[in-house]
C-alpha cells in the first residue's frame, strides 16, 4: 500500500458498488443494492436490458444462465418469464427466491438513497433502449441539470451519443476495455464531447492515463476492484472513483487521523 491519505482525500474517492455490493450478495438483485447503500456507496452501478416485451431489466449477462435458474436469452424471455427465475439461489441459498428486478423497481426503490451509474449492456441487441430508458428518467423527474445522482454509461458509445441527446442534462460515460491503453488526447476529446466519465479497466489505469482523461476535461472511475489493493493501486493514482465488489476497500486506505 502506498501513501497514507487525509480523511478529506478519503471522503472525496467516490465509491461504486459494481451490480451492488456484489461480493457479498447476488450481482444486480434488490438485496446486492441494499447492501451497497448500508455499506456507504456512493453509486449502485446496474446493467440494464431488455425483455421480448419491451421492459428494461437489470442483468449483466445477455442470457439468462449463470445468474438464475433458467436459460435463454434476455430478449427471447418476457416479463412474466422474468418474474418465475431465481436470481440469488446461484450465489447461495440464503438468498433463494431473490427475483430479477425491473429498471423502474430499482429506480423507484433506491433514488434519493443512493446515486444510480446506470450501464446500458449490449444496447445493440435492443433498439429503443435509449429511449426507454429517457422516458423512464424524465417520467420520474429524474433528468434535471445537476442531478448528480444519475449518470449513464455504455461500452457502446453511439448509444452513449444517442443518450446524451436524449438526455443533454445528464451525466455519461464512455467504458473502455483493454484495446484503449493507448487512447490518444484526440480521442479523449472526442469522447469529452458527450461524455463526462471515461471509466475504464483497471488495467490500463497510469498516472499519464489519469492527467490526460482530466486535461479533456473528464472524471474517471475504474472497474473492477475486486481486492484491497487493487483499491489502494487506484486510490495512489489518483483516481476520481471505484467500481468495486467490496465498497468496505474504498474505505480502508491508511488514513492519517
Ligand atoms: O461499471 C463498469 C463495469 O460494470 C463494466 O463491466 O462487465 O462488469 O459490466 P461489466
Ligand atoms: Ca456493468
Known amino acids: 500500500a502506498g501513501k497514507v491519505l487525509t480523511k478529506q482525500q478519503q471522503q472525496k474517492m467516490v465509491n461504486i458498488a459494481h451490480r451492488g455490493a456484489s461480493g457479498h450478495a447476488p450481482e444486480n438483485t434488490m438485496e446486492a443494492f441494499q447492501k451497497g447503500v448500508e455499506m456507504k456507496s456512493d453509486y449502485i452501478e446496474i446493467d440494464v436490458q431488455m425483455t421480448k416485451d419491451g421492459e428494461l431489466i437489470v442483468i449483466h449477462d445477455t442470457t439468462v444462465d ?13 416479463l412474466e418469464e422474468f418474474e418465475q427465475l431465481d436470481a ?7 438468498y433463494a427466491g431473490e427475483e430479477v428486478p425491473t429498471f423502474e423497481e430499482v429506480l423507484d426503490a433506491f433514488r434519493g438513497k443512493t446515486g ?7 444496447p445493440e441487441l435492443y433498439p429503443g433502449v435509449e429511449e ?3 422516458d423512464a428518467l424524465i417520467e420520474r423527474n429524474m433528468s434535471k441539470p445537476n442531478n448528480n445522482k ?4 455504455s461500452f457502446n458509445h453511439e448509444s452513449m451519443k444517442k443518450s446524451k441527446e436524449l438526455l443533454p442534462n445528464l451525466s455519461h460515460g464512455v467504458l473502455t476495455g483493454g484495446s484503449w491503453a493507448n487512447v490518444t488526447e ?24 489519469v492527467s490526460d482523461v482530466h486535461e479533456a476535461g473528464m472524471d474517471i472511475f475504474p472497474y473492477t476492484s475486486r481486492t484491497q489493493e487493487q483499491a489502494w493501486r487506484l486510490f495512489d493514482l489518483n483516481v476520481d472513483g ?16
Open 66 to 78: 449463470r445468474t438464475t435458474n433458467g436459460t435463454g436469452k434476455v430478449g427471447d424471455l418476457t
Open 88 to 94: 440469488g439461489s446461484w450465489f447461495s441459498e440464503a
Open 116 to 122: 444510480i451509474l446506470i450501464e446500458l449492456k449490449a
Open 132 to 134: 426507454k430508458i429517457a
Open 150 to 153: 444519475i449518470i449513464i454509461q
Open 186 to 209: 484526440e480521442q479523449l476529446a472526442q469522447f469529452a464531447a458527450y461524455a463526462d466519465y471515461f471509466n475504464p479497466t483497471m488495467n490500463i489505469v497510469t498516472h499519464e492515463l
Open 242 to 257: 471505484i467500481i468495486t465488489d467490496f465498497p468496505e476497500h474504498v474505505y480502508s486506505h491508511p488514513v492519517k487521523n
